[in-house]
Nanobody
C-alpha cells in the first residue's frame, strides 16, 4: 500500500509561485513513476506533469511548459511541483499520483496510476 500526502497549496496572486510537495510512504518509492494532475469543479481531472522513476525523464502539459517543474528526491520519498508565473487558469485542486509497477517510462493518463493523494487547493487571484 502506498500513501501520498500533498502539501504546499494556497492562495497566490497571478505571477506568483508555489511549490507543491508529495510525500510517499513505502520503501520502494524509487520504483514509482510519479505524476501531478489537477481538477476544477465540473471538469475532468487533467494531466499536468510527470516524471519517471529515476527522475531522468519529465513531461508537461503544453500550458505549463516553461512555468512548472516536476522533480523528485528518491532518498526522501518526495516528489515536487514548482509552479512559477501562475495564472488564474491554474486554479484547481492538485493531486499527486504514483504508479507502483512498471518501468522507466513516464505516464500521462490518470488510469496509468494506481495511488492518489487527497489533493491540495491552489488558488490564483487576478
Amino acid at each position: 500500500q502506498v500513501q501520498l500526502v500533498e502539501s504546499g497549496g494556497g492562495l497566490v496572486q497571478a505571477g506568483g509561485s508555489l511549490r507543491l510537495s508529495c510525500a510517499a510512504s513505502g520503501r520502494t518509492f524509487s520504483s514509482y513513476a510519479m505524476g501531478w494532475f489537477r481538477q476544477v469543479p465540473g471538469k475532468e481531472r487533467e494531466f499536468v506533469a510527470a516524471i519517471n522513476r529515476s527522475g531522468g525523464s519529465t513531461y508537461y502539459q503544453d500550458s505549463v511548459k516553461g512555468r512548472f517543474t516536476i522533480s523528485r528526491d528518491n532518498a526522501k520519498n518526495t516528489a515536487s511541483l514548482r509552479m512559477n508565473s501562475l495564472k488564474p487558469e491554474d486554479t484547481a485542486v492538485y493531486y499527486c499520483a504514483a504508479r507502483s509497477y512498471g518501468d522507466y517510462n513516464i505516464y500521462i493518463r490518470s488510469y496509468d496510476y494506481d495511488y492518489w493523494g487527497q489533493g491540495t487547493q491552489v488558488t490564483v487571484s487576478s
